[in-house]
């Protein structure tokens, strides 16, 4: 019987206070956070603590994640880093090296399977994972014990692997199915100059004013912290 779950993150301000929290069923779940930290390391962290409370256990592990930088990170850039030394292309060192290196640990003799999924689209995992670790990041922002949840109990998750492996196909979109070229996870480089053709010739650097929401602009200083470089060199490079 295979086992799947959610993992996901949070964080108030990004870096900030910030939550982490994986979810199989009502029985099986637990959250966490910090006082400070980034949405990544919310997302990591839910990894690291799911594979860690499901050791020992010879089912194979699903992971639900809406983060393509976590399942990257151990799909596809972690076994390069290590033969770097932890060190990625450029040279710079990897952050989050310590979550990653527990993740690595973690699932070493298991069989292990990352899928992303759309976040906020509905996915019932995703979203009962998402709302405990926002819970959990709130928590720590008031200063509050969060609500940790009764962890993994033994034999309660053949109940939940039953209900996901009855559970419609198009509700999961495994990792090695490429994005559509038309999702777009951040802004559109076509949207940052939008009008530019039209204003006259400029001397020097153009100041542009971009309004985002909340969520765009936690994505995309995600972005910025991936890269290793400022929110405006990231913006650049999208350009």
Sequence with gaps: MTITAAADGSALGNPGP???????????W???GSPHGTNNQGELQAVMELLRATAGVDEPLIIECD????????TKWMPGWKRRG????????????ELL???????????????????????????????????AAKAFQQKREPARGPGFTAGGHVASATATEAAPP???????????????????????????????????PITL????????????????????????????RLI
Aim: aromatic fraction near 6%; glycine fraction near 8%; proline fraction near 5%.
């Design 18 to 28: 910030n939550g982490w929290a994986w979810y199989i069923d009502e029985s099986n």
């Design 209 to 236: 004013q971009l309004s985002l929401t909340a969520d765009e602009h936690a994505r995309l200083l995600d972005l910025a912290e991936v890269q290793g470089v400022s929110v405006e060199d990231a913006l650049r």
């Design 67 to 74: 983060s393509k930088y976590v399942i990257d990170s151990v």
């Design 101 to 135: 290196e527990g993740i690595d640990e973690a699932m070493r003799g298991r069989h292990v399977t990352f899928e992303w999924v759309k976040g906020h689209a509905g996915h019932p995992l995703n979203e009962a994972a998402d709302e405990r670790a926002n819970g």
């Design 86 to 97: 932890w060190k990625k292309a450029d040279g710079k060192p990897v952050l989050n090296r």
């Design 30 to 32: 637990a959250a966490g």
């Design 170 to 204: 198009e509700l999961i979109e495994p990792v090695t199915t490429p994005a559509p070229a038309t999702q777009a996870l951040w802004a559109e480089p076509s949207d940052l100059l939008a009008d530019l053709d039209a204003a006259p010739a400029a001397v020097g």
